[in-house]
């Protein structure tokens, strides 16, 4: 090969290169809203029927469950701050609202609101296993605030720790 060979076949790979770069970085559109790029049906027939009646605890529970099962925490936090505001305080759509800002690294909000389920529970009388799960979850956002954890996906190490810690049997403060 003489040297104008050369640089040909550098720069035809170079070309080659760029146009790969190039092709798989303008390519790959990220939906921001939904990762998949599409809205489920069912989402927007229980927005519909929110938005018709705010008060629809079943609609509630149906769009706030949909949303976190489809990685959509901050949506599904929204969605269930904005029901009336009655239907905000019963146990199970509180315990969605904590669950999707748990996910969000949003801590302390989690732990106001859940202890706010715990003492509407007490009040009120809540059945033992949403009282259970209401108490772990306190303690899970309690550990994790004290370990640190300010990203659960980022930091998988706290998280363990936190988890560990929540979970242990034979607790002095309880």
Known sequence: MTGSDNSSVWLVGLL??????????????????????????????????????REDTAAALELGNTLLSHGQPGQAEASLAWVAPQLQSEPPVASLRVRALTELGEFEQALSLQR??????????????VFARGKA?????????????????AQPTRVALAQYRATRTGRLED
């Open 16 to 53: 080659t290169v760029a146009v790969l770069w190039a092709g798989s970085t303008s390519s790959r559109q990220v939906s921001l809203i939904w990762p998949s790029g599409s809205l489920p049906a069912e989402v927007s027939d229980l927005e519909a029927r929110l938005g018709k009646n």
């Open 116 to 129: 706010s389920v715990l003492a509407t529970c007490a009040e009120a009388g809540c059945t033992p296993t």
């Open 137 to 153: 979850q306190e303690r899970l956002l309690v550990e994790f605030m004290r370990v640190g954890v300010t990203d659960p996906e």
